[in-house]
T-cell receptor, first 118, second 109 residues
Framework: DTAVSQTPKYLVTQMGNDKSIKCEQN?????MYWYKQDSKKFLKIMFS???????INETVPNRFSPKSPDKAHLNLHINSLELGDSAVYFC?????????????????FGPGTRLTVL | GQNIDQPTEMTATEGAIVQINCTYQ??????LFWYQQHAGEAPTFLSY??LDGLEEKGRFSSFLSRSKGYSYLLLKELQMKDSASYLC??????????WGAGTKLIIKP
C-alpha cells in the first residue's frame, strides 16, 4: 500500500489554466505539506497544514491554495498557471508537528507530480 | 537568516567510504534529518539526530555536533545504487523543516 500518494504523476498544461494536484496519506498523520522542487533540485516548502493551523511560506504566490477536505487529504490548487510554475511538486506528511516529540516530525514524501507549463 | 550548507556534488568509488558534510545556522534546533533522493523520485528518510554523537544504521551513519552546527552522513561499502542526492534538513525552533540544497553523490565503478 502506498503511504503517501499523489495524482497525477505528470501534468502538462497551457499558461493561464487552473489545475489541481491531489494528495492522500494513509498513515494517520496529523500534518501534511506541499513542496516545490525546481530544476536545481532545491526543495522549497510551500505549505504545512494540520487541523489546527495552515502555515504559508510568504514567498508563495496567492495563485496557489491548499484545500483539505479531511485529515488524510491535502490538495493543491493553482490558478492562472505561469511558465515559472514548471517544477516537481511533492506532497509529504508527518505524524506530529506540535512539538511534543520532534522525532515524529519525520516527513514521508509522495512520488511527486511533474508539472510542465507551456 | 537560516542557512544549510552542503557540497553540491561529490564523487566516490564503489566499495569505498564517503562522508557528506552539512553545516547549519538556524533559529533554534530540534533535530537534523538526512534524506536520500534518487533522480526522478521522492526523498526518502535516512536518519534523524537530535543529540550529539554518531548514530549507526547499517552501512549509513550520521553524526551531529550541536555546538558546531555540524553534521555528516557517512556511507560505507559504497554501491552503485547509492548514487543519489543526499539532503540535510534541520527542524528549527518553530518545528519547521529547513532544507539544504542537497549533495549529488556520483559512484564510479
Amino acid at each position: 500500500d502506498t503511504a503517501v500518494s499523489q495524482t497525477p504523476k505528470y501534468l502538462v498544461t497551457q499558461m493561464g489554466n487552473d489545475k489541481s494536484i491531489k494528495c492522500e496519506q494513509n498513515l494517520g498523520h496529523d500534518t501534511m505539506y506541499w513542496y516545490k522542487q525546481d530544476s536545481k533540485k532545491f526543495l522549497k516548502i510551500m505549505f504545512s497544514y494540520n487541523n489546527k493551523e495552515l502555515i504559508i511560506n510568504e514567498t508563495v504566490p496567492n495563485r496557489f491554495s491548499p484545500k483539505s477536505p479531511d485529515k488524510a487529504h491535502l490538495n493543491l490548487h493553482i490558478n492562472s498557471l505561469e511558465l515559472g510554475d514548471s517544477a516537481v511538486y511533492f506532497c509529504a506528511s508527518s505524524q506530529d508537528n506540535n512539538g511534543l516529540a520532534a522525532s515524529t516530525d519525520t516527513q514521508y514524501f509522495g512520488p511527486g507530480t511533474r508539472l510542465t507549463v507551456l | 537568516g537560516q542557512n544549510i550548507d552542503q557540497p553540491t556534488e561529490m564523487t566516490a568509488t564503489e566499495g569505498a567510504i564517503v562522508q557528506i558534510n552539512c553545516t547549519y545556522q538556524t533559529s533554534g534546533f530540534n533535530g537534523l534529518f538526512w534524506y536520500q533522493q534518487h533522480a526522478g523520485e521522492a526523498p526518502t528518510f535516512l536518519s534523524y539526530n537530535v543529540l550529539d554523537g554518531l548514530e549507526e544504521k547499517g552501512r549509513f551513519s550520521s553524526f551531529l555536533s550541536r555546538s558546531k552546527g555540524y553534521s555528516y552522513l557517512l556511507l560505507k561499502e559504497l554501491q552503485m545504487k547509492d548514487s543519489a542526492s543526499y539532503l540535510c534538513a534541520v527542524l528549527d525552533s518553530n518545528y519547521q523543516l529547513i532544507w539544504g540544497a542537497g549533495t549529488k553523490l556520483i559512484i564510479k565503478p
